[in-house]
């Protein structure tokens, strides 16, 4: 009598020498949900946290970038499948990627009117004569850090002696002035200081 002995065994779908890993997913592409703020446009990038990441993921801050006229709405998606080049959602309307070194430009203003509301003479006065002095070197903006530029200050205006009491002119609206006093009252005495007076700019 001849037994004949089969190996048996149970296939789990793995191959021999270890189990086969899935080939990698591309990424996918990034995307950032874009709101308006009164300063400008600000991008969150959407990202996914795998479990158990989830409660653990904290997203990057959120970038700047200007907002496209052609996005309607106070919310809008911007991707990107190389985080070079950005697309509205639907990827047919280029715009500028969000990024940490976007800053929005300032606002446009009249620089007519921003010169008029700082313009200042202070009167200098002499034996017989007075002068306005408009120092606009004392009025410049720098960053910090930044040298100082050179600024050489006009002449002084010859004026009218204005009365003892003017300080200086000051000009409140485009080819507007008014004086300026230094009468105060003194503390818990009333008076009446000279109220400021309407005059005529000083011109050379």
């Given at each position: ?13 793995k ?6 890993k ?19 446009c ?35 998606l ?38 008029a ?31 100082i530029?050179?600024c ?53």
């Amino acid at each position: 009598m001849v037994v004949v002995t089969a190996a048996g065994g149970c296939s789990d779908g793995k191959q021999s020498g270890g189990t086969t890993k899935p080939d990698p997913k591309p990424e996918s592409q990034m995307s950032w949900r874009v709101r308006r703020t009164p300063d400008g446009c600000q991008a969150d990038q959407n990202i996914k946290c795998p479990p158990p990441d989830v409660a653990t993921c904290n997203p990057p801050a959120p970038m700047a970038m200007p907002c496209p006229p052609e996005a309607t709405g106070d919310s809008f998606l911007v991707v990107s499948a190389d985080g070079k080049s950005c697309f509205l959602e639907g990827g047919t309307i280029a715009v500028t990627c969000p990024s940490y070194d976007y800053r929005p430009p300032p606002p446009a203003v009249d620089a007519g009117v921003v010169a008029a509301a700082m313009r200042r003479w202070d009167i200098q006065r002499g034996k017989a004569d007075c002068f306005a002095a408009d120092d606009p070197c004392t009025r410049m903006q720098r960053k910090p850090g930044d040298p100082i530029p050179p600024c050489n200050p006009p002449e002084p205006i010859k004026i009218a002696c204005p009365p003892e009491h003017v300080i200086a002119i000051v000009e409140t609206a485009k080819d507007t002035c008014e004086t300026h006093s230094e009468a105060k009252c003194d503390p818990g005495v009333k008076c009446n200081p000279p109220s400021p007076a309407k005059v005529e700019c000083p011109r050379y």
